[in-house]
Structures are given as structure tokens and as C-alpha cells.
């Protein structure tokens, strides 16, 4: 009997209750559990109350990965307010990389730059209402369920969704800033679907309104979103009453909205695909044979699978050669060619019986494959963010397997309250409970893991040591530590040298080519005050990359230090034509008219480089110094003054301070500041 019962799917249970009513539309408070709506609130409360308590430990976090480019480093989000129109204008990355293409998805980076306005620099707050967002999903997510699954025992919505905000790997979305894009997506799909739902079943025409408006809004935070015109419309054929012709007409406007995003997205972006194709460091199978692809695609897809029933280990980076590229002989790629047609044929056989687990695998299995380099490269191997939306296919069919193995009636309906629905299914509820505190344990240490770049990339490291990417962005952080003299004492400063250079290098064995990795090795030697070493570096670099920018910087600065100053002007020059607004370039060119006695070129160097960055203190300090070479000392004071509303705990500039007005002949202020100088020396 047993085997029957579970034969027998939900939604045709469902059915069963719904062909009772009369018309078209058919009230929700009908087929609902009979519990009270504060007892259901309650259940979401709960779904919620755990999605942002495993979070909590994100709030101090610091940017990480991609974070930096999207908030921090991008122009456009800084700008607040005054950069919302632009974005809205412009492509996803525009702000960090200047190339009007591939992505539109505005709503995040609007949301960035209103925060920004607020709580500038400050990542808190992007990290709070991350967490905020993702408890309001679980929420949202719960009376979804519950009303797609309206003959379900309510503890089966509750345990999936409970599963879903467990998940560890959803930790780098909610751990994340930038990933924002994916939860908006997610959460106003949820919106979209339960009030289309509302719609259907109570002829609430207000309701279909709310319903697109939110599809759209999840169309410009992700575009990948416009896979629920397919998902939509199966829900509505297995959980409603609604035939064909009518789901046809209600879909029509969803097809009006994406239409819209569309023609939106084609008028603001420069080209509709990335203008050439993905690199095999971003994408591993970029380069091979559709066979070797295909089959490396399907070990990756495994993979997926594996990581949601076992999320370990998770890592942030998949790029080259984290996975290897197979053939089609390989036992991996053949047993999830395997697997993945059993899937296939199973909704195959059972899509028209209205099976839940049908509908699961539908959830799971569309947004995975448009990322699986099956059909069309994407810019990634793979990703943990890819399995956001899809694992809620999985959390629904663990719940009702594990319904299954405990013997619980999944089409119970008689429970009034949250302890009776425990009561009852003690043995399901364990299960569950196990599983969360299995999940819980791993995704707040996961997410732990994120708090910033260093950790990150260390802890990552151990598990990814194939992945070139991993390699060059541990030894990048280790060396922007040492440049920036983060690290204080000479032991770990050897240490972490050490370190950057190994992972350098071994990034360069892993895949020949690589060029950033000799960029990072030129400023190591630079580091370690070896120009003539660097500048070998930086120009390997240009044999492979010409269009380099910072390189030309740094090669700049290089022959400055050498005295090579012909040179320095040279290469620093081009990188101003490269890039006019280069305040730093146009700073360190000031440095070398003053080593060739050019004071006045270089004060106007220094100015254009301060015009370009308003608060950079070096370029003051050092358009004073020369001002005090030409003695024009009331400009060099001002110069200098300016300076100290920057900075005002650097005993240089008390001492350039009292000089000059030493220089003026005002001996008491000179005084006054060559004794604070001494005070801060003294301090330090």
C-alpha cells in the first residue's frame, strides 16, 4: 500500500480536490492546511530567523572577490546617487572595466550606489541587508511552497525551505556583496509566483499586476531569470485548476515583460555577447573539442550534484585547472551522462501524471544547464552561485525522499498546530534536524571564510591547488600586503614574500601564458628594491600583453629609482596616453621633473594629478616641495596645509611646515611645528 501511496503524485491529489469547486477559480483558504495563520507565520519566522542567523557572522566582513569591482572599484557606484541614472544606462561592469556589454542587470548596482550615498566605503551595510534579503527569501519561499503544494503535509514546504536556507552552498552568495543580483532574482521570482498563484486561484487581476512587475524586477537583477516563462506555466498546468488556453493568455504578459527587458537590454548594450571569447583561465573547456568539452561539462555537472547532497569542500574558484578536460571514455563524465538521463526520462515518462519530483527536476536542471557549456560558452567552468535557484529543486525532493524512507504521510492534512505537525512526524523531523545541523555547522564556517580575501584565498587554497586563478590571487594579496605595509614585522614580511612569490609561479607552471602572475612578480622585486629584476618582469608582461596599463606605471617608476629618467618619462607618458585620468601617473611624472630640475613641469603634474584626485596627499607634499625649490613658499605653505586636512600624523609634513615658515621668517610657527614633528617622531 505504501508503494501506491507514494505512486500517487501530489498535484493529483490536489486536483482530486480542486474538481470539487465550482468555476474557474478556486479560493486558497480551501486548500490550505488547516492550521492557523499565526502557527504558518510562526514556520516562516523560523525559515527566516535561521537564514539570517547563519549569516550573522558577516556583518564585519570586509569586500571580497568581486565586491571590489563592483562596489569599491567602480566609479559609477561611488558616485551615489549622481551615478544611478549612468547605471541604469549602462552595462553591469561598465563602472570597473568601461566595456558596454554582455550583462544588464541595474537593479544591484542602483542598490550598491544608494548604500554607497549612505554608508560610503563602509561593506556592513551591504553585508546586512544581504543577510536581510536572504532571510526574506526563506519567508517568501515558505507560503510559496505552501501554496504550490496545497494537499502537501505543511511540514514538507517547511523542511524544504529549511533545507534551502541551510544550504552551504549559498554561502557565497549571501557572503557575497556582489552576488545581490542573484537574490534579488530569486526572491522577486518567489513574489512573482505566489501572487500569479493568488491570481489564478481567486480571479485577482490586481495580483497578476504585482506578479509582473516583480517578474521584471527579477529580469534587471538577473537576466537568467527569463527561464521561469518555462517554469511559470508548469506550475500553473500542475497546481492549478487553470486549462491550457487560460495559462496561454496569463503567460502572454510574462512573454510582454521579458520582450520588454529585451528590447531595453539591446538598446543600452553595446554588443549582446562578450566581444570575444572566454579565455581558458575563465573557462577551462573554452579551448577544446566539443567531445572533450562536452564530457569535462558533464564531470562538472556531477559535480553539482554531489555538492548539493555533499557540499564539501567549497571553494570560490573553479577557472583552469581545477577541473581537468576528459574525454568521453572517462568513468566520471559516463556515469553522469548516465545520471543525467535517468533524469531526463523520468520527466520524460512522468511529466504529464503532474509529479512533484517532476517539477523539481525541472527547477534544478533549467538554470544549470544554460550555465553547463553544453550548448554555448559561458565565462565560467562552473560556480557554487550557479546552484542558488536550483538547489530548491533538490531541497523539495530531499524532503519528500526522506518522507518516504520515514514512512510519513506527505498528503496529511489534519494539523492545527506546530507542535501536533512535530508530534506527528517525529521520525521526519529528525531527520531534518540532523541534516540542518549538519548544514548549519557547515555554512556559518563557510561563511566565516569569507570575511576577506586573505582568508578566503588561504583557506581556498588547499583544496584548488590546480587553479591557476587561486594561485595568482593568493600571491596578488600576499603582495598588495607587502607594498602596502600591512604586514608588520619582518619575519612575516619574509613569509608571506615567500609565499607570494611560490603561488606566482606556480600559477605560471600550471598554464603557460598566464600574464598577470608576472606583473605580481615585478612588483615583488620592486618590493625588494630589485628595479633592474622588475622591470624584466613587467617587460615580459608587455611581450604578452601590450595593453597593460599599470605596467607602464610601474616601468615608469622603475627606471626613476634607476636614474634612468628618459626611460622613466617614456613609459610613464604612455601610460597617461593609455590613460588620461591616471592620477598616480601623472604624480610619479611630477617626481621625475623634479629629479631632472624641472620644478615648474612638475607642479604641473602634481596639479593635474590632484584635479584628477582631490584628496592625494603625496601629490600636495610634493607640489609644496617643489614650490619651496622655486621659494615660492606662501603657495608651498598652502600646499602643505591642504595637505595636513588629508593627513594630519605624518612628521614630514610638520617638519616641511616649520621649514617654511622658517623660510618666511616666522620663527614662532616654525617652532610650534618643527616641536610637533619631534612630539610625532617621538610617538612613533
Not at 505504501?2 to 480551501?30: D, F, H, P
Not at 515558505?142 to 517547511?158: E, Q, R, S, V
Not at 570560490?316 to 563524465?333: E, H, L, M
Amino acid at each position: 500500500m505504501a508503494k501506491n501511496r507514494y505512486n500517487t503524485t501530489i498535484a493529483e491529489m490536489a486536483k482530486k480536490n480542486i474538481n470539487k469547486q465550482q468555476g474557474n477559480s478556486v479560493t486558497v483558504k480551501n486548500v490550505l492546511p488547516e492550521m492557523g495563520k499565526s502557527q504558518l507565520l510562526i514556520m516562516a519566522l523560523i525559515v527566516a530567523f535561521l537564514g539570517a542567523a547563519l549569516y550573522s557572522n558577516t556583518f564585519s566582513h570586509k569586500y571580497v572577490l568581486d565586491d571590489i569591482p563592483t562596489i569599491k572599484g567602480n566609479f559609477l557606484t561611488k558616485q551615489g546617487f549622481a551615478g544611478i541614472s549612468k547605471l541604469l544606462q549602462t552595462a553591469y561592469w561598465y563602472g570597473s572595466d568601461g566595456k558596454n556589454e554582455l550583462f544588464y542587470r541595474p537593479l544591484s548596482v542602483v542598490m550598491f550606489a544608494i548604500e554607497w550615498e549612505f554608508w560610503p566605503d563602509n561593506p556592513k551595510a551591504g553585508h546586512v541587508i544581504n543577510v536581510l534579503l536572504y532571510a526574506l527569501t526563506g519567508f517568501i519561499l515558505f507560503f510559496t511552497l505552501l501554496k504550490l503544494f496545497i494537499d502537501l503535509n505543511p511540514l514538507i514546504p517547511f523542511a524544504a525551505s529549511l533545507l534551502f536556507i541551510a544550504h552551504p552552498l549559498h554561502t557565497e552568495v549571501v557572503a557575497n556583496i556582489k552576488s545581490r543580483d542573484e537574490i534579488l532574482a530569486f526572491l522577486f521570482l518567489l513574489i512573482s509566483l505566489n501572487t500569479l498563484l493568488d491570481h489564478v486561484r481567486n480571479n485577482a487581476p490586481y495580483k497578476l499586476i504585482v506578479s509582473l512587475f516583480c517578474f521584471f524586477l527579477a529580469l534587471i537583477s538577473k537576466e537568467s531569470s527569463i527561464l521561469y516563462l518555462v517554469i511559470f506555466p508548469i506550475a500553473l498546468f500542475y497546481y492549478s485548476n487553470a486549462d491550457v488556453k487560460r495559462i496561454a493568455v496569463i503567460m502572454a504578459g510574462y512573454v510582454f515583460a521579458a520582450a520588454t527587458y529585451m528590447i531595453i537590454r539591446a538598446l543600452v548594450l553595446d554588443r549582446q555577447m562578450v566581444g570575444e571569447i572566454a579565455s581558458v583561465i575563465d573557462n577551462t573547456v573554452s579551448a577544446s573539442d566539443y567531445p572533450h568539452r562536452f564530457a569535462t561539462a558533464m564531470v562538472i555537472l556531477g559535480t553539482y550534484i554531489k555538492l548539493l547532497i555533499f557540499p564539501h569542500p567549497l571553494v570560490y574558484d573553479y577557472s583552469f585547472a581545477t577541473f581537468k578536460i576528459v574525454g568521453p571514455d572517462n568513468i566520471w563524465a559516463i556515469t553522469s551522462v548516465l545520471i543525467y538521463s535517468c533524469i531526463g526520462i523520468y520527466i520524460f515518462r512522468n511529466f504529464f501524471k503532474k509529479d512533484t519530483i517532476v517539477f523539481s527536476l525541472i527547477i534544478y536542471l533549467l538554470p544549470v544547464i544554460l550555465v553547463s557549456n553544453i550548448f554555448f560558452l559561458t565565462r565560467s567552468t562552473a560556480a557554487e552561485r550557479f546552484l542558488y535557484q536550483p538547489s530548491l529543486g533538490f531541497a523539495i525532493i530531499a524532503s519528500i525522499l526522506l518522507a518516504k524512507i520515514t514512512g510519513t504521510d506527505i498528503v496529511k492534512r489534519n494539523f492545527h498546530s506546530i507542535s501536533t505537525l512535530i508530534k506527528n512526524n517525529v521520525k521526519l523531523f529528525g531527520l531534518i534536524g540532523l541534516l540542518l545541523a549538519l548544514y548549519s555547522f557547515k555554512t556559518y564556517t563557510r561563511a566565516e571564510t569569507w570575511k576577506d580575501n586573505l582568508t578566503l584565498f588561504r583557506t581556498d587554497l588547499q583544496y584548488i591547488p590546480n587553479s591557476a586563478r587561486a594561485r595568482f590571487n593568493y600571491a596578488k594579496e600576499l603582495t598588495a600586503s607587502l607594498v602596502h605595509d600591512s604586514i608588520k614585522t619582518p619575519v612575516e614580511q619574509e613569509r608571506a614574500y615567500n609565499e607570494a612569490i611560490t603561488s606566482a609561479n606556480r600559477a605560471l607552471q600550471i598554464i603557460d601564458g598566464y600574464v598577470e602572475p608576472y606583473y605580481l612578480l615585478g612588483q615583488l622585486a620592486g618590493y625588494k628594491k630589485n628595479y633592474a629584476g622588475s622591470i624584466e618582469y613587467y617587460k615580459k608582461v608587455m611581450a604578452r600583453n601590450n595593453q597593460y596599463l599599470y605596467m607602464y606605471n610601474n616601468l615608469g617608476t622603475n627606471y626613476y629609482r634607476l636614474n634612468q629618467l628618459d626611460s622613466a618619462l617614456k613609459y610613464l607618458n604612455i601610460a597617461i596616453k593609455m590613460q588620461p585620468d591616471y592620477a598616480e601617473a601623472y604624480s610619479n611624472l611630477g617626481a621625475v621633473y623634479t629629479a631632472r630640475g624641472m620644478p615648474k613641469e612638475a607642479v604641473d603634474s602634481y596639479s593635474k594629478a590632484i584635479e584628477l584626485a582631490p584628496g592625494f596627499y603625496d601629490a600636495y607634499i610634493n607640489m609644496g616641495n617643489c614650490y619651496g625649490i622655486m621659494k615660492e613658499y606662501d603657495k608651498a605653505l598652502a600646499c602643505f596645509l591642504k595637505g595636513l586636512k588629508i593627513k594630519n600624523d605624518d612628521p614630514r609634513l610638520y617638519s616641511y611646515i616649520g621649514m617654511t615658515y622658517g623660510f618666511m621668517g616666522d620663527t614662532i610657527n616654525a617652532r610650534t611645528y618643527n616641536d610637533k614633528a619631534a612630539l610625532f617622531r617621538q610617538s612613533k
